[in-house]
Each structure stands twice: as C-alpha cells, then as structure tokens.
C-alpha cells in the first residue's frame, strides 16, 4: 500500500525537505510561490497531510470546500490564526503547530527591535549610510536607556518568558499581563499584573507575545496607548492584529511613544508603507523565527506531529 502523501506548499530548510521526503510522498512547491484559496482546495485532493506555514490560509469557507482526502495540517508555525480551528474540527481534520522550538530566535528579535526603537538605529543608520553624518555633540542623537528601565510584557506563554529572559541580562525589572498568574519557577521575579491597563500603567517599554485571536485584535488601540508612561517603546513580534496602526502612528506622532519596534503588521507580506516616514519605528518582515537552527527544529517539529499522526498515535502538539 502506498504511504502518505505531504503536499509542502513553502520551501521549507534543506533538513526538512530531505526528512520528510526520505519518509512521505511529497509534493512539493519549489518555487516557493504563495498558495489562495482554489490551491489549497484542488491539493487536499493529492494529498493526506499538508505543511503550510501562516502564509496558507485555512478559512472556514476553504475548510468547508476541503476534500475529505486530507486528514492532516502539521503546522510550520506556533502561532494558527490562519486557520479557523473549529471549521477544521469539523471536517475532522487533526490541526497541529511547532511550539517551543522558536521561543529563542523571536525573542532575539523582540530584543534587537526594543534596541533598535530605542536608540534610534533606523535613524543613525539612514544617516551614516547616506553620507549625511556630519557632526556629533553630546546631546546629538540621544536615546532611551533599556538598562534597568520597565519591560511590560502581555502574553507571558514561552515566548514572552524567553523575552524575558533576556530582558533580565539587561537588568530590566519585568510586569507582565497574562490569563492566568505563571508559578514562582517561571515568574523569577516579574511583577503580575491582572489587568492590561495595569501593566501598561508601568511600561517603560512593551512588549506583544500573545496570540491572535477575535479578542485580541486591535488590543493596543488609542485608548491603551494612552494608559502608557510618556515616551514609552512599543514592540511586536507577535502578529499585526495586536496593533491599530493608525492609532499606533498617532501616538507616535504626538509624542506619547517614542519608538516601536515591528516584526509584524495587519498587511502581510508588504507591511505598512505609512511607516516608513517613521524614523523611530525599525520595521522587519515577520522574520522572528528566521534562523537556520530554528526552521530546522520548526520543520522537524511539524514532522514529529506527522509522524505520530500516520502512527496511529496523538501527535504532541495537537490543538
Ligand atoms: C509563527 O510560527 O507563528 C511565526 O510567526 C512564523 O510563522
């Protein structure tokens, strides 16, 4: 009887693609191309098992038009909310994503857009590049200091904790929002605030690690950026519906921020063009994750969840 086939719409690393080829039938999207909708639907019928990353968009109109063939989503990503979970339920389809394995590289990120944003890096870099640096004085180009400043972090699941962390080396004292308080072992010392506008009250500098969902979206509005210490640093690497960019952009204009570090937007790929007139905003790609060392374990990771799907078994990171 033939295996499992794995339709692998994106051009996963090399390590990946080599396991999962020496294990499934695999099609896969060399080009790399986007898949839409109709793709997602006509490859469900070529295909048990499909690994797409939060580029695919698994809607519940797609997740209604699926063919009965595909039994299997394995994820390349933690975050899921570019599928609608209880559509895919429905169908009957095990839904699966890479926890743990990204923790570390997104908050790599999260610390160099904090840095970034706060000493002004996109400022400074424009201006050396451009062969416009042409003075220096003691109070040219000044900065906010992270050092011993407030890190308020909501969303305090392993990525949050891994931000903070490192926040930690930074001597940054750490507040954070969450659903529910972490144990002594895993708060080391950060403050809990039980509400949102409680932690932003201290935020020195903010940081999103939660995901999103109809709740979350537009969590930063006018109003919350409001409830923040003047001259604060927003960061997001978390997903671009966290964040109203107009209301971002106005509490940059006002004053009220004074940088922001983003790795995500509401538009992806493109971002907001409307940011680049920022010179406080260091603007990234949606690249948290990107690193050789974790696209091979995010890839390894969807793979073990394929694995112990086509062996009868429940697969570790089941949602
Ligand atoms: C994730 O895993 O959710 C990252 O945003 C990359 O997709």
């Known amino acids: 009887m033939p295996g499992p086939t794995v339709w692998i719409p994106r051009r996963l690393s090399d390590a990946t693609l080599e396991r999962a080829q020496a294990s499934y039938d695999c099609i896969i999207n060399w080009e790399d191309g986007l898949s839409g909708a109709d793709d997602l639907i006509e490859m469900s019928a070529k295909a048990d098992a499909v690994i797409p990353c939060h580029s695919e968009h698994y809607s519940a109109d797609v997740a209604a038009r699926l063919d009965p063939r595909l039994k299997i989503i394995a994820n390349h990503s933690v975050g899921v909310d570019h599928c609608d979970l209880p559509a895919l339920k429905a169908r009957g389809i095990t839904v699966t994503n890479t926890p743990d394995v990204l923790s570390d590289a997104t908050a790599e990120i999260a610390m160099l857009l904090m840095l970034g944003a706060a000493r002004r890096a996109v400022e400074g870099d424009r201006m050396v590049r451009s062969g416009q640096w042409n003075t220096w004085s003691p109070s040219f180009m000044v900065g906010k200091q992270v050092s011993g400043a407030r890190l308020g972090i909501i969303g305090m699941g392993r990525v949050g904790r891994a931000f903070a962390e490192k926040a930690r080396g930074f001597g940054m004292s750490i507040h954070y929002f969450n659903r529910s308080r972490l144990s002594p072992e895993q708060e080391l010392g ?28 537009g969590l930063m509005n006018a109003e919350r950026f409001s409830q923040m210490p003047d001259g604060a640093v927003m960061v997001n690497t978390a997903r671009g519906a966290l964040v109203d960019e107009t209301a971002l952009m106005a509490a940059l204009d006002s004053g009220k921020l004074a940088g922001a570090g983003l790795d995500c937007f509401v538009t992806e790929p493109l971002g907001n063009p409307a940011f680049a007139a920022y010179q406080n ?37 089941v949602l």
């Open 281 to 317: 905003v260091f603007t990234l790609p949606h690249i948290g994750s990107a690193t050789v060392t974790t696209r091979d374990a995010m890839g390894f990771r969807a793979l073990d969840n394929l694995d112990a799907f086509f062996l009868g078994k429940t697969p570790g990171d």
């Open 190 to 217: 950060a403050t809990y605030h039980d509400t949102i506008e409680s932690v932003l009250a201290v935020s020195d500098f903010l940081s999103l690690h939660c995901p999103a969902t109809p709740e979350t979206t």
